[in-house]
C-alpha cells in the first residue's frame, strides 16, 4: 500500500521525468508538437460548430425558435439562411 509520501514522489518523478523528456527533444519536437495541436484543435473546433449548427437548425423546438426569433426579424432571417429553411420556421 502506497503512503501519500510515497505518491508525491512518484508524482514528482514523473512530473521530472516529463520535463527532462522535453527539455532533451529539443525545438523540432515542441513544432512538430505544435502543429498536431492546432490541426487536432481545428478539427475539434470545426466538429463542434457543424454540432452547434445542427442544433440549432434540426434541435430546437418550435418554442425555442419563437423566444429566440420570432420577435426579431433581422435574427429570423438569419436562422432561415444559415438553416437553409425556405419557411423561415422550424420544421
Excluded at 487536432?40 to 463542434?48: I, L
Excluded at 420570432?70 to 444559415?82: D, F, I, Y
Amino acid at each position: 500500500m502506497k503512503t501519500a509520501a510515497g505518491c508525491l514522489i512518484s508524482f514528482f518523478t514523473t512530473a521530472l521525468l516529463l520535463v527532462i523528456i522535453v527539455l532533451v527533444s529539443g525545438c523540432a519536437s515542441f513544432d512538430s508538437m505544435q502543429a498536431a495541436v492546432a490541426t487536432h484543435g481545428a478539427k475539434a473546433e470545426d466538429e463542434a460548430r457543424v454540432t452547434a449548427e445542427w442544433t440549432l437548425c434540426n434541435a430546437i423546438s418550435v418554442g425555442a425558435w419563437r423566444r429566440a426569433y420570432a420577435g426579431n426579424e433581422a435574427k429570423a432571417s438569419a436562422w432561415a439562411v444559415l438553416c437553409d429553411q425556405a419557411d423561415g420556421v422550424p420544421q
